[in-house]
T-cell receptor, first 114, second 112 residues
Framework: AQKVTQAQTEISVVEKEDVTLDCVYETRDTTYYLFWYKQPPSGELVFLIRRNSFDEQNEISGRYSWNFQKSTSSFNFTITASQVVDSAVYFCALRTGANSKLTFGKGITLSVRP | ETGVTQSPTHLIKTRGQQVTLRCSSQSGHNTVSWYQQALGQGPQFIFQYYREEENGRGNFPPRFSGLQFPNYSSELNVNALELDDSALYLC???????????FGPGTRLLVL
């Protein structure tokens, strides 16, 4: 069975602060894929990143960075110099190699105050 | 390039009724997946269609059924609606069943 845990439920920061969203996953498969999606109040899930289990390189995209550590089964997401537009619910998701479905965590509500 | 679209955006039904939700996939994508998102929860996988065939199903009862058409658009049908069916229904399309899924804006269903 596969599982995604996002232990943080709500985070509130002041604009320009850095914030890290945690994600811990469980799977017995050796091939799997990890994702982060952003869900603004409009409801649409916006794809942010996909990571393969065989590629542990960290990634940076502008103010966003991701830290993938297989040793701790974690795939954490950091927003540097947060902005009000970053306010949304963020979901971590897992897909195993042989399965087509995404398993989502419960999401983290991020509020960035001006 | 047109993204994933869904209709209607909002829907109100009463218990026991039937509902059909529609999804148009992103251009070039032949796979559509449906998810149910209850308030305050993460999306739950309902099923996936690949080239008009069901390609995986989550833990949802048979009254949740679907179709995919030759143009890869899809429908989600729910019979005998229950109050707990109230949720945001999300459709996602992908190049194949194993590629990144891109989501539409969702349909908010309220069952009274």
């Amino acid at each position: 069975a596969q599982k995604v845990t996002q232990a943080q439920t709500e985070i509130s920061v002041v604009e320009k602060e850095d914030v890290t969203l945690d994600c811990v996953y469980e799977t017995r498969d050796t091939t799997y894929y990890l994702f982060w999606y952003k869900q603004p109040p409009s409801g649409e899930l916006v794809f942010l990143i996909r990571r393969n289990s065989f590629d542990e390189q960290n990634e940076i995209s502008g103010r966003y960075s991701w830290n993938f550590q297989k040793s701790t089964s974690s795939f954490n997401f950091t927003i540097t110099a947060s902005q009000v537009v970053d306010s949304a619910v963020y979901f971590c998701a897992l897909r195993t190699g042989a399965n087509s479905k995404l398993t989502f965590g419960k999401g983290i509500t991020l509020s960035v105050r001006p | 390039e047109t993204g994933v679209t869904q209709s209607p955006t909002h829907l109100i039904k009463t218990r026991g009724q039937q509902v059909t939700l529609r999804c148009s996939s992103q251009s070039g994508h032949n796979t559509v997946s449906w998810y149910q998102q209850a308030l305050g929860q993460g999306p739950q996988f309902i099923f996936q269609y690949y080239r008009e065939e069901e390609n995986g199903r989550g833990n949802f009862p048979p009254r949740f059924s679907g179709l995919q058409f030759p143009n890869y658009s899809s429908e989600l049908n729910v019979n005998a609606l229950e109050l707990d069916d109230s949720a945001l229904y999300l459709c996602a399309s992908s190049l194949t069943g194993f590629e990144t899924q891109y989501f539409g804006p969702g349909t908010r269903l309220l069952v009274l």
